[in-house]
């Protein structure tokens, strides 16, 4: 395994479809578990004269978490010859966005779990939405509990027919879909011998075969900043500048801008600093850089690098979102639209288009409920800086706070009044 290629995948699904289950399964068919682990819970199981199921594995593992011992409980790890997987798995709507979103994960691919007897539900469809909207453009369907249909073909390609012409309608094209049982294994880490009609790949070949994360390094660089942070070394008064790069990289003499102030000075040193944490953990190692000119900046600013393409920066964006507060979105209230480390007051100006996100039905008014997906135009209080959804997926992601809950997230498609002689 090459330790330092990570790849970050999340599954989603209607609840009981069997996420937990495949994860499971995911761990122990690779020899991902802690030693033990396997036999310990299906002691337990014994004890308890319940049968044992993989579900049970991924428990364990949480509860472990919860005492402070070893697995962060929205990741768990597991490797193949080829990489290390980080799954981020996400139990509801609101903690898929706010993982996204935060940037505390980011996921190149996502695992969509339908069950072959239930069918495709509302949320397998509002899953596939948000996985499109938030940029995730690998998405692996896996057709699961088919030892609940005698493994017929049928059922698998009724199923994919459905869903694939759902995504087609919102514009996404699967990657592939599975017919799997996360229950017995089966195509899971070794072909079924089941479903002898299928002779696409199983999970784990498939998950091999994806393109793990665009270069990166090779974008504009941005790097929202986190926090300004002053020590004093040899005598002199230093401030590090410090964050997580979004995109693009950092180098000593590199000019820096920060948006939406527009001041600038030249990179005197970059330092990084590693979170000892876990060996794993992606959003592990932050950086930060030290300036030749002490200009004030604050947290929220968002660093960029003269002679790259500029960010936007604007006080009214068109965004497409994905509105889950229990409340309407209306433009009585006063929302809180968070982008990077940004945080600003953000107020509802106009509804462009409102759709239920499982059955894209639209409907017009300027409001929008749960579960709707809309296009809509936000005013806020003072000048943002991000970049459109079209060039940059990282830097365009939002969440938006409604009475200190997240409340729905989304994109932000465009720039309406651009904040000119900033440059
Ligand atoms: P989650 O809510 O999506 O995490 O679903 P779970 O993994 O907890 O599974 C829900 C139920 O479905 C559990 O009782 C599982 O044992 C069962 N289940 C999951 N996968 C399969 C499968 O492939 N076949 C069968 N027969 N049952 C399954």
Redesign the pocket.
């Known amino acids: 395994v090459n330790i330092n290629e990570n790849m970050n995948i999340v599954i989603v ?1 209607h ?7 495949i994860i499971g399964r995911l761990l122990a068919d690779t020899n991902s578990l802690p030693q033990g682990k396997l036999e310990q819970v299906k002691e337990t199981c014994r004890r308890n004269a319940k049968p044992f ?1 993989y ?1 049970f594995l991924l428990d364990a593992l949480k509860d472990e978490q919860a005492q402070g011992i070893t697995i962060d409980a929205a990741r768990v790890f597991f490797k193949t010859q080829k990489r290390k997987y980080i799954i981020i798995d996400a139990p509801g709507h609101i903690e898929f966005l706010k993982n996204m979103v935060t940037g505390a994960a980011r996921a190149e691919a996502a695992l969509l ?1 339908i069950d072959a007897k239930e069918g495709v539900r509302e949320n397998s469809k509002r899953h596939g939405y948000l996985l499109s909207m938030l940029g995730i453009k690998q998405v692996v369907v896996l057709i ?2 088919m ?2 249909v005698d493994y017929r073909q049928e059922r698998y390609e009724e199923i994919v027919e459905e869903y694939k012409t759902f995504l087609s309608e919102i514009g996404v094209e699967a990657e592939s879909f599975i017919p799997i ?4 294994g089966e195509n899971i880490a070794s072909s079924s011998d089941k479903m002898p009609w299928y002779h696409g790949r199983t999970v784990l070949e498939k998950l091999d075969g994806l393109e793990n994360k665009e270069d990166v390094k090779d974008q504009v660089f941005r790097m929202p900043v986190q926090g300004i942070y002053k020590f004093t070394a040899n005598g002199d008064d230093r401030r590090i500048i410090a964050g997580t790069i979004d995109t693009g990289k950092i180098t000593v003499e590199d000019e820096v801008i920060f948006y939406p102030s527009g001041k600038k000075s030249k990179v005197k040193s970059v330092e990084r600093f590693h979170a000892a944490k876990m060996d794993e953990d992606i959003a592990g190692s932050a950086t930060g850089f030290t300036l030749e000119e002490q200009i004030y900046i604050t947290r929220g600013e968002l660093a960029c690098i003269a002679g790259e393409n500029p960010p936007e920066v604007s006080t009214q964006i068109k965004t497409k979102l994905f509105w889950l507060g229990k409340e309407d979105l209306n433009n009585k209230r006063d929302y809180y639209l968070k982008l990077g480390t940004q945080k600003v007051k953000a107020e509802l100006q106009e509804v462009v288009t409102v759709l239920d996100a499982s059955t894209l039905s639209k409907t017009e008014r300027q409001y929008v409920q749960r579960h709707e997906v809309a296009e809509v135009v936000f005013k806020l209080e003072k000048a943002i800086a991000f970049d459109k959804a079209e060039n940059s997926t990282e830097t365009s992601r939002f969440v938006l706070i409604d009475n200190y809950e997240i409340s729905g997230g989304g994109i932000i498609v465009d720039s309406l009044k651009s904040q000119e002689g900033l440059l």
Do not use: R, W
């Not at 609840?15 to 289950?21: C, I």
């Not at 049982?181 to 017995?184: L, T």
């Open positions: 699904g609840v009981d479809h069997g996420k937990s289950t199921e579900a779990v699961n509990k030892d609940l049982s996360g229950f017995m």
